[in-house]
């Protein structure tokens, strides 16, 4: 009998030597494929990472401008409040400039049988109460106030001492501003 050759062998090792082939290609495929969705998943937790602090700093920025921005607002309340105080000192120097100038060129024009004895100021009125020595006297202050800068607002009593001497209590206001009496 004849003895069988097998011939196939070498299909046999030919097959198995493809499909170590395939094996090995698509094992290096799949690696390939892993690596790829590792790698992207890490690039993706790495983006979230800088999206999460650029969230952080932008919410650390917003909250810095929120404060510089309500510092800025306290800052220009307590200058408007600082402007508020100058100019009212200033009226007020103002006020006492144009009393002091008043009272100034009141007594200049004071004639001498007059003197006063109680000056009160008030805002824009001053009373001054006084003694002169005769009527004179007293309507000399009743006429010649506006020289000063004064306007006679109200006149109150005047009456006439045992003494001989006129007491009198008149009201005058700065300029033509009328003035009632406190």
Same mark, same amino acid.
């Given at each position: ?7 196939l062998?070498?299909?046999? #090792?030919?097959? *198995?030597?493809r499909l170590?082939l395939? $094996?090995? &290609? !698509?094992?290096?495929?799949s ?18 990472q800088h ?11 917003l909250?810095?401008?929120?404060q ?8 220009e309340?307590?200058?408007v409040?600082?402007r508020?105080?100058?100019r009212?000192?200033?009226?007020? #120097?103002?006020? *006492? ?5 008043? $009272?100034? &060129? !009141?007594t200049q ?9 109680t ?8 009373r001054?109460?006084?003694?002169s020595?005769d009527?004179a ?9 506006s ?6 607002s ?9 003494s001989?001497?006129?007491?009198f ?11 009632v009496?406190?």
């Amino acid at each position: 009998m004849n003895a069988l050759v097998n011939l196939l062998a070498w299909r046999e #090792q030919r097959l *198995t030597s493809r499909l170590r082939l395939w $094996l090995i &290609a !698509l094992g290096g495929a799949s690696c390939v494929v892993l690596f790829i969705v590792v790698w992207r998943s890490a690039a993706i937790v790495q983006q979230a990472q800088h999206q999460r602090l650029l969230a952080n700093n932008e919410r650390d920025i917003l909250h810095k401008v929120e404060q510089l921005v309500a510092s800025a607002r306290e800052q220009e309340k307590l200058l408007v409040s600082q402007r508020e105080g100058v100019r009212q000192i200033q009226g007020r #120097q103002a006020q *006492t400039q144009r009393w002091s100038n008043a $009272l100034l &060129a !009141l007594t200049q024009m004071l004639p001498p049988q007059v003197w006063l004895s109680t000056l009160e100021i008030h805002k824009d009125a001053m009373r001054v109460d006084g003694l002169s020595r005769d009527e004179a006297g007293v309507y000399a202050l009743h006429t010649h106030p506006s020289s000063a800068g004064l306007r006679l607002s109200h006149q109150g009593a005047i009456t006439r001492e045992r003494s001989g001497e006129w007491r009198f209590s008149l009201t005058f206001s700065i300029g033509g501003v009328h003035v009632v009496t406190p």
